[in-house]
């Protein structure tokens, strides 16, 4: 039996978006405008409705975790990027910044190897890699294919 209810059945059929994603405690909305003024003006709805929705279900959105990203197809503007369950995804669709967040990781990863070799075993070394290397690794890896 779990402490907290599960509230969220009825959460898409009460906004307006045009999509909801849920993952365990986060919430997406996705909105599909072509113009900016009409993107603004549903963003705004659907915080809105959805603010009403989580305080009638006895819930809070926290503000410092709730985040927007506009797609956009004109290079020459600047790019954003917001952290989605680890995953970083800009406005232009690339992988750059979660590569550079991957390729920082397991740098720091290759030195906690090198260093543990250097004063372990090479089975220590090796389970360091397992564990803190071989996963951000992978997913390098299909990234880049």
Known sequence: MTKHPVYVNDLEVNLSADQ???YADDTSFVIKETSREGKSTKAETVMREAERWFAANKLK???NKTQHLDFIMNRREDSTNIKILGLHVDSRLTWAAHIDDLAGRLSAAIYSIRRIKSVS???AARLTFTVFGESR???LTKLRD
């Open 137 to 139: 690794a992978s997913l």
């Open 61 to 63: 959105m926290n503000p």
């Open 121 to 123: 075993t090479y089975q």
């Open 20 to 22: 909801v994603c849920l």
